[in-house]
């Protein structure tokens, strides 16, 4: 996507991603994962540094904070993108948040209106998120 900036155009790039389980069980699924996150920030950098902004979304994999984690969090129902599909937790918001939308301050500065949870679809799959920006000048 190319929007039209104070200096000329701006380009936009959006990675998707599925990030690596870690297994408990295994030490090597953790650091496997850890190294897969040092690198996607390395690429974020770079794309950052060619003067692109960087948009990265998708399942990382983890609940960053424990208002991501159902045990806590009885604020808001529906706030979670991922539930068991054995035990039927969707119904019953017992869940977390592991899909997420990470971008470069001055984007979100400059052109996020703001950033959501969708809510219904397919019981079996999580739910995804939703970022809104402002239309290219």
């Known amino acids: 996507m190319v929007t039209s900036g104070a200096d000329g155009p701006e380009k936009l790039t959006v990675s998707n991603v599925y990030c690596p389980h870690a297994d408990l069980d295994k030490l090597e699924r ?5 190294q897969f996150y040092r690198l996607l920030q390395v690429r974020a950098e770079a794309i ?15 609940s960053h904070q424990p208002i991501d984690h159902c ?14 599909t054995l035990t039927g937790a969707r119904q019953t918001n017992y869940g977390t948040c592991i899909d997420y939308i990470f971008s470069n301050c001055s984007l979100v ?8 949870i969708m809510r219904g679809g397919i019981q079996s799959l999580p739910c995804m998120g ?8």
């Open 30 to 34: 953790k650091q496997y994962k850890l």
């Open 109 to 116: 500065e400059t052109a996020f209106i703001g950033a959501d």
């Open 71 to 84: 045990e806590p969090n009885d604020v808001r129902s529906s706030a979670f993108t991922c539930w068991s």
């Open 130 to 137: 939703t970022a809104h920006l402002y239309p290219p000048a």
């Open 48 to 62: 950052l540094s060619s003067g692109s902004h960087v948009i990265v979304l998708g399942d990382v994999n983890t």
